[in-house]
């Protein structure tokens, strides 16, 4: 069965800062997302990783992955207050375009 | 006009009523989806389909059903709600022409089971 786990749960980081945000999963897979979701909101897609060293950026995040080391990364740059909000990884499990969630990063960016 | 859409938005519903949520697309997506959110859980697989003919479980299946109306159209049943079914539900779409994975979703449904 495969897990998806993300470090930390909880981040609370001041403007300016920088911080990045793991995404550990537990079988093998090539394919790998990153979703936005504000308060009372739906997910939005953020990244899509869909081999094994790619790296995507978007204003001042940035997503990698390493499908040897099982791992993605969303590194935040300079951040901002618009930045928070909580970010789900999700990984295809290889089978029917099924994706399993992580339990999701929830981003405070203060003052 | 929003590609995914889901009715109702908010429902709050008594033990043992039935309850359907809808889900429609307009992006011709051929794979559709429902999640439920529950706060510290993530997104977990209710049911999921790839065309009106095909359905299949997810890994929290028990106590819902779907029925695929139309390529466009997705619903989610509950026969006989508990409170345990308390949550945000969502309805998502893929594409297979697109590899098949990308998942777009809908805005979601809170449902409340007094």
């Known amino acids: 069965e495969l897990k998806v786990e993300q470090n930390p749960l909880f981040l609370s980081m001041q403007e300016g800062k920088n911080y990045t945000i793991y995404c550990n999963y537990s079988?093998?897979?090539?394919?790998l997302y990153w979703y936005r979701q504000d308060p009372g909101k739906s997910l939005e897609s953020l990244f899509v990783l869909l081999s094994n060293g790619a790296v995507k950026q978007e204003g001042r995040l940035m997503a990698s992955l390493d499908t040897k080391a099982r791992l993605s990364t969303l590194h935040i740059t300079a951040a901002v207050h618009d930045l928070s909000a909580t970010y789900f990884c999700?990984?295809?499990?290889?089978?029917?375009?099924?994706?399993?969630f992580g339990t999701g990063t929830r981003l405070q960016v203060t003052l | 006009d929003a590609d995914v859409t889901q009715t109702p938005r908010n429902r709050i519903t008594k033990t043992g009523k039935r309850i359907m949520l809808e889900c429609s697309q307009t992006k011709g997506h051929d794979r559709m989806y429902w999640y439920r959110q529950d706060p510290g859980l993530g997104l977990r697989l209710i049911y999921y389909?790839?065309?009106?003919?095909?359905?299949n479980k997810g890994e929290i299946s028990d106590g819902y059903s779907v029925s695929r109306q139309a390529q466009a159209k997705f619903s989610l049943s509950l026969e006989s709600a508990i409170p345990n079914q308390t949550a945000l539900y969502f309805c998502a779409t893929s594409d297979l022409a697109g590899g098949g994975t990308e998942q777009f979703f809908g805005p979601g449904t809170r449902l409340t089971v007094l």
């Open positions: 999700a990984v295809n499990t290889g089978t029917a375009s099924k994706l399993t």
């Open positions: 389909s790839f065309d009106v003919k095909d359905i």
């Open positions: 079988t093998t897979s090539d394919r």
